[in-house]
C-alpha cells in the first residue's frame, strides 16, 4: 500500500490503517478491505488529505512567522 504512514485513520471515517492493510471499524468490529480498487482510493485520499493537512501547516506557519516579524499587526 502507498498509503502514508502517518495518517492510519482518514478523519471522520470508520476506515484504519493497520499494518499496510486498510479495514473498515464499526462498533460490531472491524473487518479488513479485500477490494483492490476502493484499497487504492482510500490510498489516494489518505495521500491528498496529508498533502492538505501539509499545505494547511505551511500556511500557518507562514502566517505566524508574518506576525512574529510584524509585531504591530500591520502586513
Same mark, same amino acid.
Request: hydrophobic share 45%; no cysteine.
Given at each position: 500500500?502507498?498509503?502514508?504512514?502517518? %495518517?492510519?485513520?482518514?478523519? %471522520?471515517?470508520?476506515?484504519?490503517? %493497520?499494518?499496510?492493510?486498510?479495514?473498515?471499524?464499526?462498533?460490531?468490529? =472491524?473487518?479488513?478491505?479485500?477490494?483492490?480498487?476502493? =484499497?487504492?482510493?482510500?490510498?489516494?485520499?489518505?495521500?491528498v488529505?496529508?498533502?492538505?493537512?501539509?499545505?494547511v501547516?505551511?500556511? %500557518?506557519?507562514?502566517?505566524?512567522? =508574518?506576525?512574529?516579524?510584524?509585531?504591530?499587526?500591520?502586513?
Amino acid at each position: 500500500m502507498s498509503a502514508p504512514a502517518s %495518517r492510519p485513520q482518514l478523519p %471522520r471515517s470508520p476506515v484504519v490503517l %493497520r499494518d499496510g492493510q486498510w479495514w473498515l471499524v464499526g462498533r460490531a468490529g =472491524s473487518i479488513p478491505v479485500s477490494d483492490a480498487a476502493f =484499497s487504492a482510493v482510500l490510498d489516494n485520499f489518505a495521500q491528498v488529505v496529508a498533502a492538505a493537512d501539509q499545505a494547511v501547516a505551511d500556511l %500557518r506557519t507562514r502566517q505566524n512567522d =508574518s506576525s512574529a516579524s510584524n509585531p504591530g499587526g500591520r502586513r
